[in-house]
T-cell receptor, first 114, second 114 residues
Framework: DAGITQSPRHKVTETGTPVTLRCHQT?????MYWYRQDPGHGLRLIHYSYGVKDTDKGEVSDGYSVSRSKTEDFLLTLESATSSQTSVYFC?????????????FGSGTRLTVV | AQSVSQHNHHVILSEAASLELGCNYSYGGTVNLFWYVQYPGQHLQLLLK??????LVKGIKGFEAEFIKSKFSFNLRKPSVQWSDTAEYFCAVNAENYGQNFVFGPGTRLSVLP
């Protein structure tokens, strides 16, 4: 597998607390993405990055922020976690500037907000 | 907005049966099409992709998909399934005006009975 790791793998947090998920890649790829996966919805794009400090919103960005201060790290922050943010979060990277290679996905972070 | 639909939520087959999973998309312009598979407890992996040329695309593990532009469809097929094909299958579309981003379908869960 390409070098992409997510941390933590599992997290339980309380409503109203901030949470940060980390995606780390060793491939030096320009594009990184955060998706959430929910039953019946497939994967929905939260935010993506096309370079250091270059990020943009996806389909379901409300309640989330991201940062990319280094090529290898893309952080997703839930500013004040809510139960509706209970989900499995996947990070992905693109192997090139085009979509030709598709994505390489991380193993996911299962987040439960109680 | 683009959308991707997958006809079946859950498909149950016996080993050696033939498989066809439906995928339809709503965008009328040039598209790039993908099928991803997610085995239980794992991350998504690319099965196959279509960009241009022969509309019948062969992927890994004996899977193939056919792009029918007039029907806005990209159905996934396999002549003879195995128990190890038990997984969730996601169709994804990247349209020419959507940059590096994909729209995923809701997924189809395939259960293959031994």
């Amino acid at each position: 597998d390409a070098g992409i790791t997510q941390s933590p793998r599992h997290k339980v947090t309380e409503t109203g607390t901030p949470v940060t998920l980390r995606c780390h890649q060793t491939e030096n790829h320009r594009y990184m993405y955060w998706y959430r996966q929910d039953p019946g919805h497939g994967l929905r794009l939260i935010h993506y990055s096309y370079g250091v400090k270059d990020t943009d919103k996806g389909e379901v960005s409300d309640g989330y922020s991201v940062s990319r201060s280094k090529t290898e790290d893309f952080l997703l922050t839930l500013e004040s976690a809510t139960s509706s943010q209970t989900s499995v979060y996947f990070c992905a990277i693109s192997e090139g500037q085009g979509v030709w290679y598709g994505y390489t996905f991380g193993s996911g972070t299962r987040l439960t907000v109680v | 907005a683009q959308s991707v639909s997958q006809h079946n939520h859950h498909v149950i087959l016996s080993e050696a049966a033939s498989l066809e999973l439906g995928c339809n998309y709503s965008y009328g312009g040039t598209v790039n099409l993908f099928w991803y598979v997610q085995y239980p407890g794992q991350h998504l992996q690319l099965l196959l992709k279509y960009f241009s040329g022969d509309p019948l695309v062969k992927g890994i593990k004996g899977f193939e998909a056919e792009f029918i532009k007039s029907k806005f469809s990209f159905n996934l097929r396999k002549p003879s399934v195995q128990w190890s094909d038990t997984a969730e299958y996601f169709c994804a579309v990247n349209a020419e005006n959507y940059g590096q981003n994909f729209v995923f379908g809701p997924g189809t869960r395939l259960s293959v009975l031994p």
